[in-house]
């Protein structure tokens, strides 16, 4: 329960920082259950219901340089479907990237995504490799991310995708998107 009351304080400040509720009430949320390693929410917002499904790294290292300290690493996957926005994939370094620079995704079934980064987050480039991306991850057991840090360290985090299907399927229904 910490670590979802953490995830609705980021998303919180997500919508916050992108003006998406600026001047409006902060969201209501809904935890939708923990599957396994993912944990999956709602939330009402403009009398709108979106969904997400949030995982923290279970390891995370420096394959090249060192880092002193590093916030929590997780990755998100995001339905607003108000807003015509589904599968959003968003990863959560804790440290800023190096700037310009691109984060690659590997699932261990042989998906390789890279990602755009912006200070602390990466995304996908377009919806249509978010959705290539997620359908990669429910056939998957764990991923990689490799990342730069500003600082130059170079670091991979692995993902354990047990539960994610069953977490999908939770924001899915919840979100009532057909998948």
């Given at each position: 329960?910490?670590?979802?009351?953490?995830?609705?304080?980021?998303?919180?400040?997500?919508?916050?920082?992108?003006?998406?509720v600026a001047q409006q009430p902060k969201p209501t949320m809904t935890d939708l259950g923990k599957f396994d390693n993912w944990q999956a929410a709602s939330f009402e917002e403009n009398g709108k219901t979106g969904c997400f499904m949030v995982?923290?790294?279970?390891?995370?290292?420096?394959?090249?340089?060192?880092?002193?300290?590093?916030?929590?690493?997780?990755?998100?996957?995001?339905?607003?479907?108000?807003?015509?926005?589904?599968?959003?994939?968003?990863?959560?370094?804790?440290?800023?990237?190096?700037?310009?620079s691109e984060v690659t995704i590997q699932v261990d079934n042989g998906a390789k995504h890279i990602?755009?980064?912006?200070?602390?987050k990466a995304w996908v480039k377009?919806?249509?490799?978010?959705?290539?991306?997620?359908?990669?991850?429910?056939?998957?057991?764990?991923?990689?991310v490799l990342g730069t840090s500003a600082r130059n360290t170079k670091t991979r985090d692995t993902f354990s995708l047990t539960g994610f299907s069953k977490a999908y399927a939770a924001i899915n229904t919840a979100c009532n998107v057909t998948r």
């Open positions: 329960m910490k670590k979802l009351l953490q995830s609705i304080s980021v998303i919180s400040m997500i919508f916050l920082s992108t003006g998406l995982s923290d790294a279970v390891k995370s290292e420096a394959v090249e340089g060192s880092y002193s300290s590093r916030g929590r690493v997780y990755m998100m996957i995001t339905h607003r479907p108000a807003n015509n926005t589904l599968d959003t994939v968003t990863f959560f370094t804790g440290y800023p990237y190096k700037l310009n990602l755009f980064t912006q200070d602390d377009d919806a249509n490799g978010d959705k290539i991306l997620v359908d990669a991850m429910r056939r998957g057991k764990n991923l990689t």
